[in-house]
């Protein structure tokens, strides 16, 4: 191949790479869910309710990741809920510190990569969901520590050991 031809294929390779800009936080709306905000295909929020989940379908959310433990519903069957209407529903529970392991950050990072979009994650208030977002923006997003942090921390997260496992984890991970 003749030079100048390389390097226009390096600079159209090249140019695929940087028109593809990283997705940003927005805000949304979800019908009386808290915190609700999108990075593109993924929304990440507090407890819908069942109207919430009927927007959300309507929306065109296909997968629904729970963090919750089902004793933390009051009742309210969420799977059931969730794949009545045709989405798929995945299960990801933890609650506290102790429970927060590489094992729930690593299938976490699994899923938003992987699962059928757009995904709607979330758990009761959004911190739970804060927390598992801060690896996910760093080791798969390319985001800094601190631009993911305030992502995190935008979107819900508040309890200062939930930011320190998510620290070490990207810490052990990015290596």
Not at 73 to 81: H, K, L, N
Request: glycine fraction near 10%; aromatic fraction near 6%.
């Amino acid at each position: 191949m003749k030079p100048l031809r390389i390097a226009a294929l390096t600079l159209f390779a090249l140019s695929a790479c940087v028109s593809s800009p990283r997705p940003t936080l927005e805000s949304r709306e979800l019908g009386q869910t808290p915190n609700v905000h999108a990075l593109g295909q993924v929304w990440l929020a507090g407890q819908p309710s069942l109207g919430d989940l009927e927007q959300a379908k309507a929306a065109g959310i296909k997968t629904v990741i729970n963090l919750r433990h089902e004793q933390e519903f009051d009742g309210f069957d969420e799977e059931q809920v969730v794949t009545g209407l045709g989405l798929q529903y995945v299960s990801l529970p933890w609650g506290g510190a102790d429970e927060l392991t590489d094992e729930v950050f690593g299938r976490t990072r699994k899923l938003l990569n992987e699962a059928n979009e757009p995904v709607l994650l979330h758990c009761g208030s959004a911190n739970r969901v804060g927390a598992v977002l801060l690896p996910w923006r760093v080791l798969d997003g390319g985001l800094s520590f601190e631009e993911a942090l305030q992502e995190a921390r935008t979107v819900g997260l508040r309890t200062e050991a939930y930011e320190e496992k998510a620290k070490d984890y990207v810490e052990r991970f990015s290596k």
